[in-house]
């Protein structure tokens, strides 16, 4: 696949959704979209799917009345958009807790929106920026920068993916 494929197919799956959350938007308090933050093109290498499969259970048994709305897996990898009943700060605050929750939590993404359909933000809440992969530095200041290489990115992930299926998931 060719650069420009590539970019067009990335761009279409965060559109696709985009359209999943606005299709339903106004039906809850707050919605979740549970992702993986895997660096590179390949975004389902060994262990994603155990990964994404302990974040969902870990999600389903901390938040009560969770709905799952959609489960399914794309050019950006596996995801699920889901359904709460609590308040959208409630709901992004346990989420935080659960991307911190342990060194493989860092490849989880847990964007949290409101009713409307507005993204909850960690600086909303007075919360600090996620840490990045490698240096613990704002991610989005090592991206910004170009701090790190991909290998180096990548390299990472694996390890934590890696560690995480050694220990059981």
């Known amino acids: ?11 279409a799956a965060r559109e696709a959704r985009q359209e999943l ?14 992702s ?6 390949c975004k389902t290498p060994p ?3 155990e990964l994404f499969s302990w974040a969902l259970e870990r999600l ?6 969770l709905h799952l709305v959609e489960r399914g897996s794309d050019r950006l990898g596996p995801f699920a958009l889901l359904a709460a009943g609590q ?13 911190e929750s342990s060194p493989v939590a860092r490849l989880i993404d847990l964007d949290v929106y409101d009713r409307s359909g507005v993204q909850i933000g960690r600086g909303s809440l ?6 990045c992969l490698v240096c613990h530095h ?23 993916l890696a560690e995480f299926s050694k220990a059981g998931g």
Request: hydrophobic share 35%.
């Open 138 to 160: 704002p991610a989005v200041d090592c991206m910004r920068l170009g701090r790190h290489n991909y290998p180096e990115l990548a390299a990472c992930a694996e390890r934590l």
């Open 1 to 11: 696949m060719s650069s420009a494929e590539s970019r067009s197919s990335i761009l």
């Open 126 to 131: 007075g919360l600090p920026p996620r840490p």
């Open 36 to 41: 993986l933050n895997i660096p590179g093109e």
């Open 60 to 65: 389903e048994t901390s938040l009560p009345h």
């Open 87 to 99: 308040e959208a700060a409630q709901v992004k605050r346990l989420c935080v807790s659960q991307e």
């Open 21 to 34: 959350l606005d299709r339903h938007s106004g039906t809850f308090p707050a919605f979740i979209f549970l």
């Open 47 to 49: 262990g994603t799917e």
